[in-house]
């Protein structure tokens, strides 16, 4: 009964700049331990890790969300290994690539959430700054993005992949958040080493 993603929203929403909350933290958490999304007025970004919800803030630094915060767009679960992949010398793209040869050979159609716990040389992330109404598009807000450049840093990536049949829900691939193993920095995954 653990095998379960749960989806708050669609992504087609988010894009069109639908960032009201429609769910809490608290009730959020009772489907999830492990996920990614976003906070009410794309209020940066959101790294759910070992049952905490975490939000990397407009300058990347991270945040313990409280039960009453609200949340228009989420996936999560609960956290299950089946099986690993040990990493070594990676980039993003060869990540990617490693993750989802995985992915083909344990099946395609389904949805896989990673934790990578490791050590980076550098890890390029990013988050934004919360939207007031009315609310632009998600492309719009975007705009307000800042990135960081973290060094020789210890930490956990969470991420997502949806198979292709989902592309009318969701990004298809991998999406990746990620925060620092001190719980101070973290967002959205842009490049990695």
Known sequence: ????????????????????GTITVKDLKTYGDTGIGTFEGL????????????????NCRIHVMSDKDTVPFSNVTFFEKDFSVKLRDVDKETLEKILTENVDEHGGNYFYMVKIPAEFD??????????????????EALK???????????GTIVGLYCPQFMSSLNSVG???HFVTEDKKLGGHVLGLN
């Open 1 to 20: 009964d653990k095998e379960t993603v749960y989806q708050v929203a669609l992504l087609q929403s988010l894009a069109m700049g639908y960032f009201d």
């Open 43 to 58: 209020n940066g970004e959101m790294i759910v890790l070992d049952g905490v919800v975490y939000q990397a803030d407009q």
């Open 122 to 139: 550098s890890i390029l992330v990013r988050s934004e700054s919360g939207q007031s109404e009315p609310y632009p598009t998600l492309v």
């Open 144 to 154: 307000t993005q800042k990135e960081i450049t973290l060094e020789n840093v210890r």
């Open 174 to 176: 991998w999406h990746f």
